[in-house]
């Protein structure tokens, strides 16, 4: 595995520097068909000018094409270093991961304006302090490895010709990125809690970005196209969760062409390939994140501990991971169409003595009309007031519905088509399910006009409760939280019958204390 921290770490005290200028040189890839072209990472030390400290000395590091025509892509600040005193993070590592940093929220894809503004905020330097001090070089390793080839990613592929993009993503990320995202999971998940949630979807946004490039570069390399963006087996989603202040709180993201198709798409028509492979394209670039926040407490009795639960909020919003510009498939995306959230005891836990869930909720109304009307009538009845009453059923796009797995308990949302009843993840709508769709685009729409989506702690009614053994009070508890989540593509302008459901799974543990007084 890509292992660039370790060298960089040891820079300044490495024995390899000599009397010359030669930079030191890390082999970040070698192209399988030309073994001369290589990327590099060079390392450069040059003396400082200042006579009040002869022993100091400035790198500064840079990523280099090596080839038939050789550039450099990619340059960091220069950091003043003392051969005679110990380094200390503070004067180059930490100030060489905040640019890196720096760099890459700047260029993060946006999707409004205010998240546009965000990218111009300073990241404050004592939480990623924190995050590098808190972990030893083994576990922050990989976490710093993905950070570098994600900023490569806008030098390689974004800056330079399209040959170089192509390189990078073939011969450096490919090969790397399934082991830097899983090794690099539990302190990227700690980092993105201590930096805010501004940060963090400028994190995870350019992420997205890249590894929608990535899987569409796969697509074209194998010679599909774009007509079949396949999921690649890598965990090219991700998610963490968090116990505070009484929420368990699930964060997932992924790409949507890394989610799971579901079914087989609609035959298109009548669109012509050319213009179905753009659509695609565009569809590509977009990322599901959702948030699932439960609220929980504990009640201590005198034979038992009960543990209750209950929905706070799920909200879910897809992404466009696009720039400045419009076309015409701008307003095509997806929606979500299904949510399943649960929530429970680990596996094979017997301490749980029963669970008290909800009933499921049916979520049809009806209300009565009374409609006046003022009209002549026959002869002899003018100005007679007529009555009569209308009933009509109202059923509401979504229906949410509790459901029990062992000790685990369900929470169930499904949208349906208000006029026929199917639902919208289950086979593509039917015939006329794209008019159906544009017609739930104006003010009944059953989400925002982002294709975003908040369900609210009363859409599900009571809370949940679990009685746990008193034996188990004092303990610190792990228990499993997850989701999954279906997106549906229906066209929004364009004039086509394609549409897809593709679908995500995340879970994750949560602490549950069952401390007195916590």
Same mark, same amino acid.
């Given at each position: 595995?890509?292992?660039?921290?370790?060298?960089?770490?040891?820079?300044?005290?490495?024995?390899?520097?000599?009397? /010359?200028?030669?930079?030191?040189?890390?082999?970040?890839?070698?192209?399988?068909?030309?073994?001369?072209?290589?990327?590099?990472?060079? #390392?450069?030390?040059?003396?400082?000018?200042?006579?009040?400290?002869?022993?100091?000395?400035?790198?500064?590091?840079?990523?280099?094409?090596?080839?038939?025509?050789?550039?450099?892509?990619?340059?960091?600040?220069?950091?003043?270093?003392?051969?005679?005193?110990?380094? /200390?993070?503070?004067?180059?590592?930490?100030?060489?991961?905040?640019?890196?940093?720096?760099?890459?929220?700047?260029?993060?894809?946006?999707?409004?304006?205010?998240?546009? !503004?965000?990218?111009?905020?300073?990241?404050?330097?004592?939480?990623?302090?924190?995050?590098?001090?808190?972990?030893?070089?083994?576990?922050?390793?990989?976490?710093?490895?993905?950070?570098?080839?994600?900023?490569?990613?806008?030098?390689?592929?974004?800056?330079?010709?399209?040959?170089?993009?192509?390189?990078?993503?073939?011969?450096?990320? !490919?090969?790397?990125? *399934?082991?830097?995202?899983?090794?690099?999971?539990?302190?990227?998940?700690?980092?993105?809690?201590?930096?805010?949630?501004?940060?963090?979807?400028?994190?995870?946004?350019?992420?997205?970005?890249?590894?929608?490039?990535?899987?569409?570069?796969?697509?074209?390399?194998?010679?599909?196209?774009?007509?079949?963006?396949?999921?690649?087996?890598?965990? #090219?989603?991700?998610?963490?969760?968090?116990?505070?202040?009484?929420?368990?709180?699930?964060?997932?993201?992924?790409?949507?062409?890394?989610?799971?198709?579901?079914?087989?798409?609609?035959?298109?028509?009548?669109?012509?390939? =050319?213009?179905? !492979?753009?659509?695609?394209?565009?569809?590509?670039?977009?990322?599901?994140?959702?948030?699932?926040?439960?609220?929980?407490?504990?009640?201590?009795?005198?034979?038992?501990?009960?543990?209750?639960?209950?929905?706070? =909020?799920?909200?879910?919003?897809?992404?466009?991971?696009?720039?400045?510009?419009?076309?015409?498939?701008?307003?095509?995306?997806?929606?979500?169409?299904?949510?399943?959230?649960?929530?429970?005891?680990?596996?094979?836990?017997?301490?749980?003595?029963?669970? /008290?869930?909800?009933?499921?909720? *049916?979520?049809?109304?009806?209300?009565?009309?009374?409609?006046?009307?003022?009209?002549?009538?026959?002869?002899? =009845?003018?100005?007679?007031?007529?009555?009569?009453?209308?009933?009509?059923?109202?059923?509401?796009?979504?229906?949410?519905?509790?459901?029990?797995?062992?000790?685990?308990?369900?929470?169930?949302?499904?949208? *349906?088509?208000?006029?026929?009843?199917?639902?919208?993840?289950?086979?593509?709508?039917?015939?006329?399910?794209?008019?159906?769709?544009?017609?739930?685009?104006?003010?009944?729409?059953?989400?925002?006009?982002?294709?975003?989506?908040?369900?609210?702690?009363?859409?599900?009614?009571?809370?949940?409760?679990?009685?746990?053994?008193?034996?188990?009070?004092?303990?610190?508890?792990?228990?499993?939280?997850?989701?999954?989540?279906?997106?549906?593509?229906?066209?929004?302008?364009? *004039?086509?019958?394609?549409?897809?459901?593709?679908?995500?799974?995340?879970?994750?543990?949560?602490?549950?204390?069952?401390?007195?007084?916590?």
């Amino acid at each position: 595995m890509l292992d660039v921290w370790s060298w960089i770490s040891d820079l300044p005290f490495s024995g390899e520097w000599g009397a /010359t200028d030669e930079p030191l040189v890390f082999q970040l890839a070698t192209s399988p068909c030309d073994p001369t072209r290589t990327l590099q990472l060079q #390392a450069r030390r040059t003396p400082s000018s200042s006579p009040a400290n002869p022993d100091a000395f400035f790198i500064t590091l840079s990523v280099c094409l090596r080839g038939a025509t050789p550039s450099t892509l990619w340059a960091s600040d220069a950091y003043l270093l003392n051969s005679s005193g110990p380094t /200390t993070n503070t004067t180059f590592l930490l100030p060489l991961f905040l640019h890196l940093l720096h760099e890459i929220f700047t260029r993060a894809p946006t999707t409004s304006t205010y998240s546009s !503004s965000g990218r111009s905020q300073k990241l404050r330097p004592e939480p990623v302090s924190w995050i590098l001090d808190t972990h030893s070089p083994e576990s922050f390793s990989s976490f710093f490895n993905l950070v570098l080839l994600t900023r490569l990613f806008w030098a390689c592929a974004c800056d330079a010709p399209s040959e170089v993009g192509s390189f990078y993503l073939d011969s450096l990320l !490919s090969p790397n990125i *399934h082991s830097l995202l899983t090794a690099s999971k539990p302190v990227l998940a700690k980092f993105l809690v201590a930096v805010g949630a501004d940060a963090e979807l400028c994190f995870v946004r350019t992420l997205g970005y890249m590894l929608a490039k990535w899987i569409i570069s796969r697509e074209v390399a194998a010679g599909a196209g774009l007509r079949t963006l396949v999921p690649p087996l890598l965990p #090219a989603v991700f998610s963490y969760a968090v116990e505070a202040y009484g929420y368990w709180t699930l964060k997932g993201y992924a790409p949507i062409p890394a989610m799971r198709p579901s079914g087989a798409p609609i035959k298109p028509f009548p669109l012509e390939p =050319n213009d179905l !492979s753009l659509l695609k394209y565009a569809l590509a670039h977009q990322q599901l994140e959702a948030v699932i926040q439960l609220h929980y407490s504990v009640a201590f009795h005198e034979a038992y501990v009960q543990v209750s639960a209950r929905v706070d =909020n799920l909200r879910f919003h897809v992404a466009k991971l696009r720039f400045s510009g419009e076309s015409e498939y701008s307003e095509e995306r997806h929606f979500v169409s299904r949510v399943r959230a649960w929530v429970g005891p680990e596996i094979g836990a017997t301490y749980v003595a029963g669970l /008290t869930a909800g009933r499921s909720t *049916h979520n049809g109304e009806s209300e009565t009309t009374e409609l006046l009307h003022v009209g002549k009538g026959g002869p002899g =009845n003018f100005g007679m007031l007529l009555a009569r009453e209308a009933t009509r059923t109202r059923v509401k796009g979504w229906r949410w519905d509790q459901d029990v797995e062992g000790n685990a308990v369900v929470f169930d949302a499904v949208l *349906h088509d208000a006029a026929t009843g199917q639902e919208y993840c289950s086979g593509g709508g039917g015939g006329d399910g794209p008019r159906r769709m544009r017609s739930s685009t104006g003010p009944n729409r059953p989400f925002t006009k982002a294709r975003g989506l908040i369900f609210a702690g009363e859409e599900y009614g009571d809370e949940v409760t679990w009685r746990l053994g008193k034996e188990m009070e004092g303990s610190v508890l792990k228990w499993r939280i997850g989701g999954e989540v279906w997106v549906t593509y229906f066209p929004n302008q364009v *004039h086509t019958s394609f549409c897809e459901t593709r679908s995500v799974e995340w879970s994750d543990e949560v602490d549950l204390p069952l401390i007195p007084g916590k």
